[in-house]
């Protein structure tokens, strides 16, 4: 399998600028996280999903952060919009969630900037 | 309160000697347990998990667990200056939402 792809790797927007970040979970994994790392505050929990529904999304700072998954194999954070303290890496990563092995694993991450 | 602690560091430690780092989660319900590292500018990878009490290993590292302290340990033996790395601590709920300590940032001197 080619793990949790997402793209795109790099991105550099202006302030007010809409972003849309994707991301593919590992085939057959039905639970999929978006996360954002700060230097400032480390790895944070934005929405998780299980079975492509969303179950929690308190860690969604702000209206302007918006999560979809309309299939198993897709999903998207999307921020509009854009401010420079949305700058950051934003990772996806998915998980089974049968109560057995739920080992997470991560994509490579989007580097975003808002200028 | 966060529900995952750990110390940030950074834990300095020479070649060959053990690492050993902390965490300690808040919440009881708590089901499953990971190490994750990650070095600077890469994503997380998960190096151990452990569900129940007690200590399992795999190779340098050893993961212990107690689940009436709310404690996890991560134990790395003959350490490597490659293992200089921030670990991160996961925890997993019964709804299977995972989250993460601030990590602890470890480095390993020649």
């Known amino acids: 399998d080619a793990g949790v792809i997402q793209s795109p790797r790099h991105e550099v927007t202006e302030m007010g600028q809409e972003v849309t970040l994707r991301c593919k979970p590992i085939?057959?994994?039905?639970?999929l996280f978006w996360y954002r790392q700060t230097m400032m505050r480390g790895l944070e929990l934005l929405i998780y999903f299980n079975n492509n529904v969303p179950i929690d999304d308190s860690g969604m700072p702000e209206d302007r952060f918006s999560a979809k998954m309309p299939n198993a194999s897709f999903s998207t954070l999307k921020i509009q919009p854009s401010e420079p303290r949305d700058s950051a890496v934003y990772f996806c990563?998915?998980?089974?969630?049968?109560?057995?092995?739920?080992?997470?694993?991560f994509g490579q991450g989007t580097r975003l900037t808002v200028v | 309160q966060k529900e995952v602690e750990q110390n940030s560091g950074p834990l300095s430690v020479p070649e060959g000697a053990i690492a050993s780092l902390n965490c300690t989660y808040s919440d009881r319900g708590s089901q499953s347990f990971f190490w994750y590292r990650q070095y600077s500018g890469k994503s997380p990878e998960l190096i151990m998990s452990?569900?129940?009490?007690g200590d399992k290993e795999d190779g340098r590292f050893t993961a212990q667990l107690n689940k009436a302290s709310q404690y996890v340990s991560l134990l790395i033996r003959d350490s490597q200056p490659s293992d200089s790395a921030t670990y991160l601590c996961?925890?997993?709920?019964?709804?299977?939402?995972?989250?993460f300590g601030g990590g602890t940032r470890l480095m390993v001197k020649p």
């Open positions: 452990i569900y129940s009490n």
């Open positions: 990563a998915s998980s089974t969630w049968t109560g057995q092995d739920p080992e997470a694993f």
């Open positions: 085939s057959g994994h039905n639970s």
């Open positions: 996961a925890v997993n709920n019964a709804g299977n939402m995972l989250t």
